[in-house]
């Protein structure tokens, strides 16, 4: 009985765990937010990029803290360099005129 208990209680944690990191690994960033990405943009497809001046407005507009999340976002796709990496005109931009405050 207690195998089979123990067992049990194995399988409930394991699943419990896996579910967990499932679901923290959803792949949302700051750079998926459409509420903070929207100033860095000409258009509401967010395809086209607005000028460095403007970029740079946009950027200092930030909280610190989301600044640092899109920072960390962006040396996170650099490092993990792949067709999914949908940001890579943005961060780009960020390396070039928002890392500087």
């Given at each position: 009985?207690?195998?089979?208990?123990?067992?049990f209680?194995a399988m409930?944690l394991?699943?419990?765990a896996?579910?967990?990191l499932?679901?923290?690994?959803?792949?949302?960033?700051?750079?998926?937010?459409?509420?903070?990405?929207q100033?860095?943009?000409t258009d509401?497809?967010?395809k086209t990029?607005?000028?460095?001046d403007?970029?740079v407005?946009?950027?200092k507009?930030?909280?610190?803290d989301?600044?640092?999340a899109?920072?960390?976002?962006?040396?996170?796709e650099?490092?993990d360099?792949?067709?999914a990496?949908a940001?890579p005109?943005?961060?780009?931009?960020?390396?070039?005129?928002?890392g500087?405050?």
């Amino acid at each position: 009985m207690n195998i089979k208990m123990i067992c049990f209680s194995a399988m409930a944690l394991s699943i419990a765990a896996g579910s967990a990191l499932a679901a923290g690994d959803a792949g949302t960033s700051a750079l998926d937010d459409p509420a903070k990405m929207q100033p860095f943009y000409t258009d509401s497809s967010m395809k086209t990029m607005v000028g460095n001046d403007d970029f740079v407005k946009a950027w200092k507009a930030l909280s610190p803290d989301d600044q640092a999340a899109m920072m960390t976002a962006c040396e996170d796709e650099a490092k993990d360099a792949n067709a999914a990496n949908a940001h890579p005109e943005f961060c780009s931009s960020v390396k070039q005129n928002g890392g500087s405050k």
